[in-house]
C-alpha cells in the first residue's frame, strides 16, 4: 500500500483519482481548501462512497508551507492539482495567481525535496504554455480551424510561449518541476494536459467549458462564446487521464523528469459549438441561446495534443469514446449538477 498525497484533491480531477486509489486500496490524503463551489460535494461523496476506506482529509492551503511539509513526509506519491484554474481571473488577479499556481507549486517540490525518501511528483500542467500559437498557420472551414502543418496535434517540441497571467504561473511551476529532477533528482513528472472532461467535473464559464455548456443546456440558461465557435479542443475522458498518471508512476525510473502532452489527440477533437453543438443534440439535448464574443487575447483557433511520446513510451493510448464519455458526464449532470458560481 502506497500513501498519495493529492493537493486539490476535492476537485474534478482529484476526487476521480482519491477515488480509483482508494478502490484499490491505497491510502489517500486529500489536501485542499475547498475554495472552489463543489468541492465541498466531492469531499462529501468521497467520504460517503469510502467511508471505510483508508481516506484523509485535510483542509489546508499549498500556502501554508509548514502544514505541506508535514504530509510530504508521509507521501510516497504527490499529485500536485491545486491551481487556480480560470485565465479570466489570473488577468484581474494575477498576485493571486502566481501565488496558488508558481508559488504554490515551489512548496510542492520544495516540500518533497525535504524529505529522505523523494517522493514522486506529478504535475498537471497546461496546453497553455505553448501560448496563442498564432504562428502556425491554420485554415477555416464550415464548421471549424485547422493546423495542417501539425496532423498528429503539438508536440512537446513546440517552443513555450507563456501567454497571460495564467499561462506564466502554470508554465512557471511546470518548469520548476522539471528541473527539481535534473537539480535535487526529485522524481517528477508534468502532464501538459488538454481538455479534460467527466464525472464530478465542476463546470463553471471560466473553466470546465464541457460541462458548463452542457449545464447551461439542462438548465436553459444562455451561453457566452468568446471567438466564433469554430475554435478547436481535444477532449480527454479523466479516467484515460488517470491512466497515464498510474502508468507513469510505475514507471517512474523511466519517466522521472519526462514531459507529456496529453488529450484526446485528433480522433477526439472537435470544434467548440459548430461540432459540439450537433453532438450536444444527437444526445437528446436542447440546445441554449448562444451569443458571441470578441476573442480573448491569446485564446488558440486549434490546439490538439500530439501524445504519441506518451503512446511510445508507455504504451498508453485513450480507451473511452467521445460520445460515449460525454453521454456520461450528462447523465451525471442531471442527476447532480454542480454548484453554480
Known sequence: MKTYLITGGAGFIGCNYAARLLRRGER???????????????LDWLRETFARGPLEYLRADIGDFETLCAQTERADVIVHLAAQVAVTRSVSNPRQDFNVNALGTLNVLEAARRTDHGPVVIYASTNKVYGSLASIETQESPTRYHQTQHPHGIGEEQPLDFYSPYGCSKGTGDQYARDYQRIYDIPTVVFRQSCIYGPHQLGAEDQGWVAWFMLA??????????GDGKQVRDLLHVNDLLDAYDLAIANIARTAGEVFNIGGGPSRSLSIWSEFGPLLQALGVTLPVVRFRHWRQGDQRVYVSDTRKLSTQLNWKPAIELQAGLGELLHSLKSQPPPQG
Open 28 to 42: 489517500v490524503i486529500v489536501y485542499d481548501n475547498l475554495s472552489r463551489p463543489g468541492t465541498q460535494r466531492n
Open 217 to 226: 443546456a439542462l438548465s436553459g440558461k444562455p451561453i457566452t462564446i468568446y
